[in-house]
């Protein structure tokens, strides 16, 4: 079966020449849940806008759901840009139409949806993050916890094969984070959680892979990579005070 | 001040959204040059600072503020013809949404703060740079001479149309002297802000300065004997608007400009310094406006101690006209010398 | 221009005017008000006429004047130069309360004033009973360049947001001490708003990065319209005729 996502030996030096990818190697199998780790200034955030084409001019190759990534192809782009559906890590920037309802339109859209077929997919995605009765409201007007699952419904809206979250908890109060997690659990699509939340990775991704340096330097069960002290105190990676990664906790009924 | 519904007659208001459409018509396709692609998110947000800016104030003469405008401090930022969109939508918004401005004076307001602010402050901007060291930060005092004179040109713009099209009999000279007096006030603490601020951007990301492309130094090598020369600059980081060929079209075009923006605002003034002194004087006295000019409320206006109303014009005259004349000297000077200067170094 | 600028002056309703297609408002409007710019000063009965007709509006619009007036404070700085027209203009003078006043000079001062506020109300009708998205759509649909649209609606979105980034910086200057009514304070004001320009610049290319990854090629995807029915152009046509038709009368009664 075609992988969601296939990328071999990327690497990526900034227009003022400084590396930031030394060659990148990473498969996701089609509904495998991925949590992407590492510390700040790893690499993280450029790595996730080589998978729409955003950035490219390095070297190596990415493939999602069997389509090569290749910035001139403008037609594969597009389709690129609908299988790989980022939510950045601040809504505001996701969120640049008059109301609710526009911003989840603008993607379908841009991808030839009209009518009463864009009005149903637009629902679809309110429904999947439970934001339905907010659709005709300025984004300015939701709290932070509901933009950010606008934000999500926005890329839901075109059905991608694969979404990416970057730092989807940050700045979110428990509930909100808590509502977050439902919802992502609930979706049926391969998942790329970039994040510094360690616990969050380990309730919603079974594999997580360590990025430091520009490189990989861990893949493995999320259990597993959590419990190994010594690989995360080489990367700046630290578990929340008390946090025994090893106890499944159990929700109260 | 946002020009309101009715000071100028309707057909000036119809002829100046005329004006207004067709200056839109053209920034809209040579905007495309200095934001690609990107324009509409980048000049939305770049209007959406300028509104912002906007608010702030700052003291001019006794108990009362002005605000910044932002029309050069936008043209430096972002470039000229996206300044202009940025500007006009400002207008826009603000008229439709937040009632500011008349809707019939919308073409006069975009004219006026779109489009003049934004080009005088460009091309006086421009002028400066071409006879400035080619760092980027001599920005910084060009852009604040830019928006020093792009208010009072704006303002001599507006008694124009007003000669044209208000209707009211007003002695022309007094109230030009007046508008440029206050406005050139107002211009002072736009230079300033407009100085102030690009100054803060340039210090932490030169490379969002339009004005300031191209201006970063040649990169030197040592050759082998220890002697520095200048490296050629590849061409990926000049960028769009520092290539020489723009330098050579834009330098032309700038002091065409800056002439255009001193002729204005010396025309203006050769207007009030040629008749309307001694004129004025007798129709003051046969009208018996003389008398009235003690109690109006310019009286304790900061140029109003260089004379009566006859003596505003003069002090103002005066001012102007050292500084427009520096202006130009500096700038023919310069050119002069730099014309020699290109030519040795092309021969060395 | 002030901080008063800085709040919407929509008000929510579901009157008549409310419904009616924004595009439509604002041509009947600009409409309107071509016809009281054109009306010669001396003419006060047209005055009061569009006056009235503006109080129709209202009442059909359910905007209560004391919403309106302190929403008139724009006014000011021309209420200003009203006043002092008669006191600089030239021509023959009257005598006014003991000040020698130009009559021109009057006349231009009530032009000016009876003109620019009749402005202010009919564009404060508008504001309130059109919400910017609306609003946005009615340029659209009156063949605004595209391009031009899309501005307005990236301002209108993100002006909210610096203005708040704006006054966040204005807190946190005061919470560490900062006063500054004297020309010291520029200097700090200045190099807030140069890290209000950056930080607004590089939301805005986050901006168009977010619009990329959802398929943005260049083109703003079209909104359908609902084509204006026949009635809503009638009553919509209905205030600047009836503005043109007070114009003519009254020139009848000087």
Known sequence: MTKSLEVRGLAYAYPDGQQALYGIDLSVERGERVALLGPNGAGKTTFVLHLNGILSGGAGTVNVAGLDVRPGDRDALREIRRRVGIVFQDPDDQLFMPTVRDDVAFGPANLGLRGVELDARVAEALEAVGMADVADRPPHHLSFGQRRRVAVATVLAMRPEILVLDEPTSNLDPASRRELADILRSLEVTLLLVTHDLPYALELCERSVVLSGGSIVADGPTPDLLSDEELLRRHRLELPFGFDPRVKPVRPA | ???????????????????????????????????????????????????????????????????????????????????????????????????????????????????????????????????????????????????????????????????????????????????????????????????????????????????????????????????????????????????????????????????????????ALSFLASGSPDG??????????????????????????????????????????????????????RFVRRRTDREENVTA | MSSAHSHLLYRHGDSLIHRLPAHAKLLALVGFMLVVVATPRDRYLAFAGYAMLLALVAVAATVPAKF???????????????????????????????????????????????????????????AATTDARAMLIGLQRLRLPARLVEIAAFMVRYADVVVSDMQRMRVARESRGFEGRHLGHLRVIAQSAGALFIRSYERGERVHLAMLSRGYAGAMPLVEHAPVAGRAWASVAALPLAAAGVAVASGWFV
């Open chain 2, 280 to 333: 004025l004087e007798r129709v003051a006295e046969s009208e018996g406006f003389a008398d009235s000019a003690r109690d109006h409320a310019f009286g304790n206006f900061a140029f109003a101690d260089y004379g009566e109303i006859g003596g505003i014009p003069v002090g103002l005259a005066g001012l102007l006209g050292v500084v427009v004349t520096v202006i130009i000297g500096l700038t023919v000077f």
């Open chain 2, 1 to 267: 001040m946002h020009v309101p519904d009715g000071f100028l007659d309707a057909p000036t208001s119809v002829a100046t959204g005329a004006v207004a459409a067709a200056g839109i018509a053209v920034a809209l396709r040579r905007a495309r040059d200095e934001l690609d692609e990107r324009s509409a998110p980048l000049a939305g947000l770049t209007a959406a600072f300028v509104f912002a800016a906007q608010m702030i104030n700052f003291p001019v003469g006794v108990g009362t503020s002005g605000h910044l405008i932002g029309g050069a401090l936008a043209a430096v930022l972002v470039g000229p013809w996206t300044a202009v969109l940025v500007l006009s939508v400002v207008l826009m918004i603000q008229s439709l949404l937040f009632a500011d401005g008349g809707l019939t004076a919308l073409g006069t307001n975009i004219t006026l703060i779109g489009f003049t602010t934004v080009a005088v402050g460009w091309f006086v901007t421009r002028a400066l740079l071409a006879v400035s060291p080619k760092r980027p930060s001599a920005v910084v005092p060009a852009a604040a001479v830019g928006a020093f004179v792009s208010v009072p040109a704006a303002a001599t713009v507006f008694v124009l149309l007003f000669a044209a099209g208000g209707q009211a009999s007003l002695p022309f000279g007094p109230l030009l002297g007046t508008m440029l007096g206050w406005h050139l006030l107002i211009g002072i603490g736009e230079a300033v802000i407009t100085g102030l601020t690009v100054s803060a951007v340039v210090a932490a990301r030169p490379d969002l300065v339009y004005a300031a492309r191209g201006l970063r130094p040649a990169l030197a090598l040592r050759q082998a004997d220890g002697t520095l020369i200048d490296a050629t600059p590849s061409p990926a980081r000049t960028g769009r608007a520092g290539t020489s060929a723009g330098d050579r079209v834009g330098l032309r075009a700038v002091l065409a400009g800056g002439a255009l923006a001193t002729a204005l605002i010396a025309g």
């Open chain 3, 68 to 126: 309106i007036a302190p929403r008139m404070i724009v006014e000011v700085p021309f209420v200003v130069f009203a006043v002092l027209l008669p006191v600089i203009s030239t021509g023959p003078r009257v005598d006014v309360l003991g000040l020698s006043l130009s009559e021109d000079g009057l006349l231009a001062g009530w032009n000016i004033l009876a003109k620019g506020t009749l402005g202010v109300v009919a564009a404060i009708l508008l």
